[in-house]
Every structure is written in structure tokens, then in C-alpha cells.
């Protein structure tokens, strides 16, 4: 991931063609030409939409940087450190307690790793043991991870059957997080400080024993 100071980079990866959001690459896939001829004007409207449905995901080197190399960021796009963060508008949280409100309201005094990611995801994928460890070394201190994600809750279940996540797993099936926080890569960590403050944009591989420990202390985490 390049340093910048004002915003972290597309975070995604080449993970093949997924519906939906643009990937903010500015690159648009192109169809191949039709064999033999010119397409039919009255597809052409129709292979544009799908065209534009579907985004082009760039490769970016940063979420493969080894473990604590990956920067941690002061501002995402208009997000920025020390603001309050976006609401926490989940459909549905998985393997949170019955009852269970995601507000920061409700987690109001515990310091907060929000992962946005996706099962197709292969860098997203990779870094869940590391997410994991680290959930378990700090299970007995005040910090939540929400593993944020737009899929539907049965796709997600029948994944964390093979390969299981540590903490809550929240559902953006709208991705109406997704817009708030400015995600258009993934993986994308952000980290939020025990007064729902906005601490840090990262990388997984950026998220480390010790940034844990800073963003507990009341700490600065940026690097």
C-alpha cells in the first residue's frame, strides 16, 4: 500500500468480476468483440448496462506487505481520525449474543476493529487467521471485531462452517456501510476508538499486536 496522507488506496485485488459496486479504478471492462461482426444496435444498450454492473478489480500489492508493515492511515477519503465514526446500520450480526444492538452507543467503552471483506475475497480470506489470533490474545480485553460484509447471511454461513471468524460477522446487505465509510476496495480494516471516534484506515497486515494495544490505551495508531 502506498503512503499517502490523505487517503488509503483501492485495497482490493484481482478476485474476478464481482456485481455491484465500482472498485473507483476509473477502468471499465470491455467486451470482446463479437465473432464475425458487429454486435446488434439494440444489444448495444444492454452490454453497456452489464458493463458498467460489474467492475474491474485492481491489483494492489499493499495486502500482501508482511505483518506490521501495512501503514495505518489518519484519513480515509472525507473520513477522517479523531471524528466520530458513520452509524453502524447492519441488517443482521452473526454470532453476537441474542439481542445484541451494534450501536456505538451499546459499544460505548470498548475499542472496535470494523473488517470490511467477502468470502470471494482472496486477500480477505487470507487474513482471516491472523484477524483470528488476534481476537483471541485480546478476548479478555474491551475490543469488538465486526467482520462487515454485503453478502446474503446463507452464503456467509455455509463459508464460516469451513473457516470460521472470530467475533461478530455484521451484514451490509444494502451497503449502506459500505457507502458511508467510503469502502471500494477490500480488504479494508478501520479502527475505532472507545468514544466511537475514527482512529486509523489500514490493511489487515497492518493491524498488529501493538496498534491493538495503542488504539486500547487512548492512543495514537497512525503510522
Known amino acids: 500500500m502506498a503512503a499517502q496522507t490523505s487517503n488509503v ?4 485485488t484481482v478476485c474476478g468480476l464481482r456485481p455491484g459496486r465500482n472498485a473507483g479504478t476509473g477502468r471499465v471492462c470491455v467486451a470482446r468483440a463479437c465473432p464475425g461482426g458487429t454486435i446488434p444496435a439494440l444489444i448495444v444498450p444492454a452490454a453497456l448496462t452489464l458493463l458498467l454492473v460489474f467492475a474491474c478489480r485492481k ?13 495505518v ?12 465514526a458513520p452509524p453502524l446500520g447492519l441488517e443482521q450480526v452473526l454470532q453476537a449474543p441474542d439481542g445484541t444492538k451494534v450501536s ?3 459499544l460505548r467503552g470498548k475499542a472496535v476493529v470494523l473488517e470490511f471483506w467477502a468470502t470471494w475475497c482472496g486477500p480477505c480470506v487470507a487474513a482471516i487467521p491472523h484477524l483470528n489470533e488476534l481476537a483471541q490474545k485480546f478476548a479478555d480485553r474491551p475490543v469488538q471485531f465486526i467482520a462487515i460484509t454485503a453478502e446474503r447471511p446463507d ?10 471468524i472470530r467475533g461478530w460477522i455484521g451484514l451490509d446487505t444494502d451497503e449502506s456501510l459500505y457507502r458511508d465509510y467510503g469502502v471500494e476496495g477490500i480488504p479494508l480494516t478501520i479502527l475505532v476508538d472507545a468514544q466511537g471516534r475514527l482512529a486509523g484506515f489500514t490493511y489487515p497486515t497492518g493491524l ?3 496498534v491493538l494495544a495503542d488504539l486500547l490505551a487512548g492512543r495514537p495508531v497512525t503510522r
Not at 500489492?61 to 505483518?67: D, I, V
Not at 454461513?157 to 470460521?164: D, L, T
Open 208 to 210: 498488529t499486536e501493538q
Open 59 to 71: 491489483e494492489d500489492p499493499g495486502h500482501a506487505l508482511p505483518t506490521g508493515t501495512a501503514p
Open 104 to 106: 456505538w452507543e451499546s
Open 73 to 84: 492511515l489518519a484519513s480515509h477519503g472525507p473520513l477522517k481520525a479523531g471524528t466520530p
Open 155 to 164: 452464503v456467509v454461513a455455509r463459508f464460516v462452517k469451513k473457516k470460521p
Open 9 to 12: 488506496r483501492d485495497v482490493s
